[in-house]
Structures are given as structure tokens and as C-alpha cells.
């Protein structure tokens, strides 16, 4: 640039400023596009603008052309990953004590516990029980299991014996046996 510059410069005396616009023109063409700047113009510093080392100095410098603004670039949208198979927990039962809130869950044919925004492992998290229900949480996924007897319990139930009614129902009299009601029994007070 600055032989053939120099080169020029003698016959047409170009200042600084001429020089700097040139240089300045090139670079900007060179990064507007794949022609670069040369265009097949020989010795034209941009193609179209009428300013170049072989112009005259004293023409009239039309307003450079502006290329249109680059299109905003389209966002990538990578291929998301398939949604991951998990095979689904069901819910057995639920209980609570002094140290939080359990559920008991069955995992491809075994039971576990599970307490209260643990995950499960199947990756499901527990996010809080509540009655029958459990509410779960997988990433931004949010939704309810119901809690179910499990698919091995026998679906009519047996009558029970007195023994166990009298333990279930609190209500009634306790069972028959034991103490006999006939004899009295002395507690001595005072002793």
C-alpha cells in the first residue's frame, strides 16, 4: 500500500488524509464482503466509490455505499436430547413422625421409602405429601400421584377376628378372656 502510495503520491500529491481515507475505504470493503476490497478494480481501493489511487484529487467524493446491515443471525436451535425413559415409581403409603413426612413407593417390584424432597430413584424428587397425595417435581416438570394400594394386595378383604376388631375399633368393649369380671381384685391404698 504505502510503495504503490508513494509511487502515486509523487505524480498527484496525495496528503495524509487522502492516504488515511484509502486505506481506512480498503477496510471497510475488505470486511463488508467476500470480494475484499479488490473487486477486479485495479488499483481502486473501493470498487463504486470514486475514490482510488488513479482518481483525481480534486473530483467530487460521492457519498460511500453503505451495505445493507447484516441479518440478524437466526438462533441456532440445537436438537434437544430425547426425553429420557424413567421407569415410573407407584405410590403404597405415606406416614409422618417426629423427623418429617415419608412415602413409601414401589420400584420395579420393591418397596422403598422416601422422605420429603429426597429423590427417588428413578429421579422423580419429592416435593411434599399431602393426605393420599404426593406431589413430584423432575427438573420444570411439576405434577400429583395418588397413593394406591399395592397391585399385590388381595381385593376383598378378610373379616377379622374379634381380637383384631377390638384393637382397630377403640370404641368397643375390650375382647372376652383375661381377667374374670366375677372376682373382685383388692388394690390395699395408703401401702
Known amino acids: 500500500m504505502f510503495v504503490a502510495g508513494a509511487a502515486v503520491s ?8 487522502d492516504i488515511d481515507k484509502l486505506a481506512r475505504a480498503k477496510l471497510v470493503d475488505s470486511m463488508r464482503g467476500p470480494q475484499g476490497g479488490q473487486g477486479g478494480q485495479g488499483g481502486s481501493a473501493a470498487p463504486g466509490n470514486g475514490v482510488g489511487l488513479a482518481s483525481a484529487l480534486g473530483a467530487p467524493t460521492p457519498a460511500p455505499v453503505t451495505a445493507a446491515p447484516p441479518a440478524a443471525p437466526k438462533a441456532e436451535r440445537r436438537p434437544s436430547a430425547p426425553p429420557r425413559r424413567v421407569i415410573p415409581a407407584t405410590f403404597v403409603g405415606a406416614y409422618s413422625d417426629m423427623s418429617g413426612s ?15 424432597g429426597s429423590r427417588l430413584l428413578n429421579g422423580w424428587t419429592v416435593a411434599s405429601i399431602d393426605g393420599f397425595t404426593v406431589n413430584l417435581v423432575d427438573g420444570k416438570h411439576k405434577w400429583t400421584e395418588t ?19 377390638a384393637i382397630t375399633d377403640l370404641s368397643s368393649p375390650l375382647p372376652p378372656g383375661g381377667v374374670s369380671s366375677t372376682s373382685s381384685t383388692f388394690v390395699p391404698f395408703g401401702k
Open 10 to 17: 509523487q505524480e498527484s500529491h496525495l496528503t495524509l488524509d
Open 102 to 116: 415419608y412415602v413409601l413407593y414401589d420400584y420395579q417390584g420393591t418397596t422403598y421409602t422416601a422422605r420429603q
Open 147 to 165: 397413593i394406591v394400594a399395592p397391585a399385590d394386595a388381595p381385593a376383598v378383604a378378610l373379616p377379622d377376628s374379634p381380637a383384631v376388631r
